[in-house]
């Protein structure tokens, strides 16, 4: 049986369901095991020590779309995959999509049939690509696509707009009951020259099932928002800030599942050691964790200082521990996972798991060499073990990494886009962009090439304790 999350196994869900799935629901079981095993490996080590290779699935080889014939990514033999999504294609209200793809998950099945909802990453002012009823701010130009894929026969389906009119819409994440929470990573404002109609910042639901309300949730801070992880237990929800000096939090919503009806938002601290960015923080490292209330969740700027760090200022002013660049942010069976992308003593990328049982924080892995991993960005658990994680460093070939159960590392793709008119007359190398967005559900992988703008389903012959 599995032993990590199934972050592709939500449930068939009714119109307008708001209550918590159960947590077997949400969980694939024993999903502890891995990040203990993980844990034992990784324990004790010391900054620069090399970390464990593993083979994975063998040498990477030219791969060969099967939508559109071109050879976008390398992968081990016997993989394959199908390209969807373009920037520029025509969605099912005859807009284009838009670009600049982000974080996504699967939100839910029927009868084999995935519905995902992907983030786009676009912070310019130009306007709303959702229809006025799914938009927040008209003159906005971020916001959600809802894209179908049928499992069965592994074909795309479709796609619509499903949020308009936000900006920087990052990354986020999946619900135990059926919803995406997309988080802008942006606090442009209303006024001062700015065409935009309103305050940006803040985390957005998006359902399922397309009805969406698209007002933020204020009570979740107004901060350059990351990702969300949600504890299916205690509906707590969980949340990283890109920012070079950072904080990490978390949502207690009055009514756990119900989070426009408000809550608290806390920052954590960790005794004993508030700087966890740098080199002072051996690989292997736990800390007991408190959490400190922020009072005022929509201070996004200093008064005086009139800078992006007024929610952030209240956690650290009160001791709050400082990361460097948090991003993706996901939950395993009473653990948050958590990446820095450029955390540690070479500045090349940290993962922190956070024991909600134990309130305890532990550095699990620092990347030591570039070779070996360069900026983890965005995470997925693979429903056989294991972890992925997006790059997003200074590669010329921008790679998708595999973290077996026992602790190695092993590269599983690298992108090689170069394009010249074949899509929607997109021209350009595109090989240093990075990958984003990744999720699985079952046999299949969903992942994105950030710029030009690809969603990509990857299959093949995957193995337990690998991903």
């Known amino acids: 049986m599995s032993n990590l999350l199934k972050t592709g196994a939500p449930r068939k ?62 992968l081990p033999e016997g993989f394959s995959y199908r390209s969807f999504g373009w920037t520029g294609d025509r969605m099912t209200n ?39 009823e799914l938009t927040y701010d008209r003159k906005a130009g971020g916001g959600v696509t809802r894209i179908r894929f049928d499992s069965n026969r592994g074909e795309w389906l479709d796609s619509a707009p499903a949020l308009g009119g936000t900006m920087t819409n990052c990354a986020g994440g999946v619900t135990p009951w059926g919803s995406y929470l997309s988080c802008e990573e942006d606090l442009s404002s209303s006024g001062y020259g700015s065409k935009l109609k309103r305050n940006h910042g803040y985390v957005f639901e998006v359902d399922a099932l397309g009805d969406t309300q698209p007002d933020p949730i204020k009570d979740m801070g107004r901060f350059l928002h990351e990702a969300c992880a949600v504890d299916p237990e205690s509906g707590f929800v969980y949340m990283t800030e890109d920012n070079d000096t950072s904080g990490f939090y978390r949502f207690l919503p009055d009514t756990p599942g119900k989070l426009r009806e408000g809550g608290r938002l806390q920052m954590l601290k960790a005794r004993d050691n508030s700087r966890l960015r740098t080199e002072s923080v051996p690989q292997g490292s736990r800390f007991d964790a408190q959490w400190l209330d922020i009072s005022d969740p929509n201070l996004a700027h200093q008064r005086r200082t009139h800078n992006s760090m007024g929610v952030f200022m209240q956690g650290y002013n009160d001791g709050g521990a400082v990361f460097r660049r948090g991003e993706g942010c996901i939950f395993a069976n009473g653990k948050v996972v958590f990446a820095c992308t450029t955390g540690g003593a070479y500045g090349l990328g940290q993962i922190w798991a956070y024991d909600t049982k134990e309130e305890s924080l532990e550095l699990i892995l620092e990347s030591p060499d570039k070779k070996q991993l360069n900026h983890p960005d965005n995470l997925a658990l693979s429903p056989r073990g294991g972890l992925l994680l997006c790059e997003d460093g200074g590669r010329n070939e921008q790679q998708l990494v595999g973290m077996s159960e026992g602790g190695e590392l092993f590269t599983f793709s690298r992108n090689k886009v170069v394009l010249d008119n074949q899509v929607n007359g997109i021209k350009g190398d595109f090989r240093a962009s990075e990958w984003c967005g990744a999720t699985f559900h079952d046999d299949w992988l969903f992942v994105n090439i950030q710029v030009p703008g690809i969603s990509l389903a990857i299959t093949g012959p995957w193995k337990d304790g690998l991903i």
């Open 94 to 132: 005859g807009k284009p999509t838009p670009a600049r793809h982000d974080g996504m998950g699967v939100v839910l099945e029927q009868d084999g049939i995935l519905t995902l909802l992907r983030n786009h990453e676009i912070w310019t002012e130009t306007g709303s690509f959702a229809p006025p």
């Open 13 to 74: 869900l009714q119109r307008g369901q708001a209550s918590l799935l159960n947590r077997r629901d949400f969980l694939g079981l024993g999903a502890a095991a891995t990040l203990s095993l993980l844990g034992q490996r990784l324990a004790h080590g010391k900054p620069g020590k090399p970390i464990p290779k593993s083979p994975g699935f063998g040498p990477l080889v030219p791969a060969t779309d099967l939508t559109t014939g071109l050879p976008l990514i390398d």
